[in-house]
């Protein structure tokens, strides 16, 4: 199964926020859409990810606040993508290895969406139960 199966299935679009917003319409963005990453993007340029994680432990924990303060003071840069091709193993090694919970899919130099570590967890699962029903059906008919 592909990152782009995943894509599909999930529907929905592409969640960014520009670097010069402030914390708190990012806050409001990620609760509007009940979504906990937003892509930090200049245009079409990927620039980083801002997440829950990034507004707790850069903002709450320090005491700072988030009326004015920037997205870009706080989004987690140089994060890891995903090409749609690639295997939903393969995204999980990269969520794994660097620790985070949300890849932006990338096709070219486009963001095409943005895949979390639920979304795979939840696609691996129903691919395996897809397996076992497929092999509990041969099995019976093969006795």
């Not at 700072?64 to 987690?76: A, C, G, N, W």
């Amino acid at each position: 199964m592909t990152v782009r199966q995943v894509l599909v299935h999930k529907g929905g679009g592409v969640h960014a926020i520009h670097p010069e917003a402030t914390v708190l319409d990012a806050l409001r963005k990620l609760a509007e859409h009940d979504i906990g990453a937003l892509l930090v993007m200049e245009g079409e340029r990927l620039l980083g990810i801002f997440t829950e994680r990034d507004y707790a432990r850069k903002l709450v924990l320090l005491g700072r606040f988030s009326k004015d303060t920037k997205v870009r003071e706080v989004m987690t840069m140089g994060v890891p993508t995903v090409a749609p091709e690639a295997f939903l193993e393969e995204a999980m090694r990269l969520m794994t290895e660097r620790r985070t919970r949300h890849l932006p899919v990338v096709e070219g130099e486009r963001v095409v969406g943005v895949v979390s570590i639920g979304d795979l967890v939840k696609a691996i699962i129903t691919h395996q139960g897809m397996l076992i029903a497929e092999l509990s059906r041969y099995v019976s008919e093969n006795r």
